[in-house]
């Protein structure tokens, strides 16, 4: 091909690759971006992991969750589901979602569940917490508050220390809220449960603005507590750092009765 042409034919090349690119896309705003990070490290037996799923399911299709999700100036949050175990395993079931509505709440729990449930070796909870600001950085959304929720059965006893994956979290303006499960059943190989394990999330997990857990004392009762702990932080209702009871939250929510909380 003759010069000119050459010159020609690279002109055009660009010309429609700058068009084709344009300005970047706009990120559109919603209330908070929301990761629910649950353990399914290997202390859990396939009845409690299963339990602890459902517990996440039944709690994101509940209208309580649903009006709190319509509490904000918004209307919406972005959603993401993570389960964790080890240093190199994090498996996000559930990418970045817009959810509004009950529908939209709907499906998002109904994509959860089509995945299976699957339990790995050894616990990381500062991976965890890595792997989360690595999901909030591809983020197509944006938001004032974004926050870690980390359900989970025992301590951090791989990775780095979580001292460290928490302080960086937080340096980037980051929540971490905690759901200790507190476990009076023998982990699979026969060993008793860590003790005072909602002492070790007070003092090693949570944090930033607005932080807070909730304990589950036994997986039977997860449901509730997960329920109780999605209406606080979606809606952004203050209150102590350790809460003792999820009815403390359930009863005194005025979410229940259909009432939204003012902007801002």
Partial sequence: MPRPFRLVALAVIVLVGLLSTGPARAQMEVDLELILAA????S????????QRRGYLEAL?????????????????????????????????????LVHDAASARNFASAIAEEPVVTERRTSISAAIDYSMMLFAKSPFKSKRRVID????????????????????????????????????????????????DVYYQDNVIGGPGAFMIPA??????????LAKLIREIAGIDGPVHVQSAEDILDGD?????????PG
């Fill in 254 to 262: 005025d979410l229940a009765h259909g009432d939204t909380i003012p």
């Fill in 150 to 197: 980390i359900s989970g059965d025992g301590p951090n006893n791989r990775g780095r220390n979580v001292l460290l994956a928490r302080a960086e979290a937080l340096a980037q303006g980051v929540t971490i809220n905690g759901l200790p499960i507190v476990n009076d059943r023998p982990n699979p190989w026969g060993g008793p449960g860590p003790r005072n394990l």
């Fill in 39 to 42: 353990d399914v490290s290997g």
């Fill in 44 to 51: 859990m037996d396939e009845e409690e992991a299963a339990l």
């Fill in 61 to 97: 299709v509940n209208p309580r969750v649903v009006r709190a999700i319509q509490s904000g100036p918004h209307r919406r949050v972005a959603l993401t589901y993570l389960e964790w175990a080890g240093p190199h395993w994090q498996k996000p079931l559930v990418g970045w979602t």
């Fill in 217 to 226: 004392l036994t997986f039977r009762n997860f449901g509730q507590a997960i």
